[in-house]
């Protein structure tokens, strides 16, 4: 049997730096263009958009969602699940996560009627009830990340080098440590080659660095700094060679490919990451070419193309109680860590803020002898605005770059449209005078005031 292969696009359209009137642009020049390629040689791929990424597709792009909607039904695209609003799901209460997990799979049905089986976690930032939210969410696979997972191994920790911290970027360029020390230990690569299962049941499948990386680098083109010459087709061949190896010894597949989706198509965000230069979603049709010479190659070195529902059920080992309980919290993919998103300046600004709105709609809540489940329609509008609020993309990333200022309105645009529900629902619910529970007109002032301060400060490429 020829060992399986997924590759994962995922999109988020609140992407840091994508303006709103290019959003439209880079659906067309990016995910309309995998959906064609996709079609049109037939390719089985995985492809996860969150709840808010479908919901300006079918607005402004409705086309696109068409041909989505058709890969599902043919079964080239299995659909992948996330939060509704692109969180950092490590950094924000679990009820707000639990929430808004529901909404990007009714967004999945709203639009295409599947309801995804295969959740994807952003950034995989990490902590220990992860698992149980997207179980509770409804999940039954949740995509994982191996190296921070194999980061907490001591013996490869040492043998790397390597160390978490909240101030800096990633680790990204220098995982292949991993694979240095790995390549010859069947006790590690069997995770990253077979599925594994959590203790609460829900199916665990790991994406790595060591071979998304120099994916990406191939698919830009780029030169890593240290090259004279971009990454050759002939190099991914053999780095397929050696894993194909890998996975004949010791399990059924590999998920060599699980990045954003904008870099197919677009430059993304990859000069900002890289080389910190204000480059964002350039046109970069090449990719896409490349991309087809990914999945070509693939299929050519004896894979076949899956997903990640295919790969569950036809696993001939799925590893019990995988140790995911060691995974360090606070960490994230790329060697990072998730609570880097909660430690630049404008999420120290931001989620005091954020939370302060949150506390008020439970405390309503209660007043009314009602929880997050069943409180009425105005309060559910203002999490959603809170919700939507949290985004990541506001947060990140930190200096010497930045968000787009846009990126930051949005945030605040949120905040204030949160509070006027809240003072709606109180209104409507004779509350309006209960203002130890919360006070809508003295949050108003709050949120003006770090609106002044954000507005501040000088944005990257400004």
């Not at 939210?133 to 043998?159: P, Q």
């Not at 605005?385 to 846009?406: H, I, M």
Request: overall charge neutral.
């Amino acid at each position: 049997m020829n060992p399986k292969i997924i590759f994962l696009p995922h999109a988020n359209i609140q992407y840091s730096q994508l303006r709103p009137d290019k959003r439209a642009w880079v659906i067309q020049n990016s995910y309309h263009k995998l959906f064609e390629l996709v079609e049109r040689h037939e390719y089985k791929i995985a492809f996860e958009a969150s709840g808010q990424t479908l919901d300006v597709m079918a607005d402004k792009c409705p086309a696109t969602m068409v041909k989505l909607k058709q890969l599902i039904q043919k079964g080239l695209v299995e659909p992948v699940g996330s939060p509704h609003t692109h969180i950092m799901i490590s950094n924000i209460d679990p009820e707000i996560c639990l929430d808004t997990l529901k909404d990007g799979i009714l967004a999945w049905e709203r639009h295409t009627g599947v309801r995804p089986e295969t959740g994807w976690n952003p950034e995989c930032g990490w902590t220990s009830d992860v698992p149980d939210l997207y179980k509770e969410a409804g999940f039954k696979t949740l995509v994982m990340d191996a190296d921070s997972f194999l980061l907490s191994f001591e013996e490869i920790r040492a043998y790397t080098g390597l160390k978490f911290d909240v101030t800096g970027h990633s680790n990204k360029n220098k995982l292949f440590k991993i694979e240095e020390y790995i390549k010859d230990k069947p006790q590690f690569l069997k995770y990253i080659t077979n599925p594994s299962r959590a203790k609460n049941g829900l199916n665990l499948i790991f994406r790595s660095d060591m071979m998304s990386n120099f994916m990406l680098w191939y698919l830009m083109g780029a030169t890593e700094e240290m090259r004279d010459k971009p990454i050759a087709i002939e190099e991914i061949r053999e780095m397929l060679a050696r894993w194909k190896e890998r996975v004949k010894q010791t399990g059924t597949f590999i998920m060599p490919y699980a990045e954003d989706a904008e870099y197919i198509g677009t430059s993304a965000y990859f000069y900002v990451k890289q080389f910190g230069q204000a480059r964002f979603f350039e046109p970069e049709p090449d990719s896409l070419k490349r991309f087809q010479g990914l999945l070509d190659a693939a299929r050519a070195d004896g894979y076949e193309l899956s997903n990640c529902r295919e790969v569950i059920q036809s696993a001939a080992t799925i590893i019990k109680d995988a140790p995911i309980e060691n995974i360090e919290n606070g960490v994230a993919w790329h060697g990072g860590t998730g609570k880097a998103w909660a430690n630049t300046k404008y999420a120290r600004i931001f989620d005091p803020v954020c939370y302060s709105v949150f506390l008020g709609i439970k405390s309503i809540c209660a007043a009314r002898k009602r929880n997050l489940n069943n409180m009425d329609e105005l309060l559910r509008q203002a999490l959603k605005k809170l919700t939507s609020a949290y985004v990541s993309d506001s947060r990140w990333p930190p200096d010497p770059v930045s968000p787009g200022r846009f990126n930051v309105q949005e945030s605040i645009a949120d905040l204030y449209a949160a509070n006027d529900a809240i003072r709606q629902s109180m209104a409507q619910n004779q509350l309006s005078q209960s203002k130890a529970l919360y006070s809508p007109d003295l949050m108003q002032t709050q949120i003006a005031a770090i609106e002044v301060e954000l507005m501040k400060f000088k944005y990257f490429g400004e």
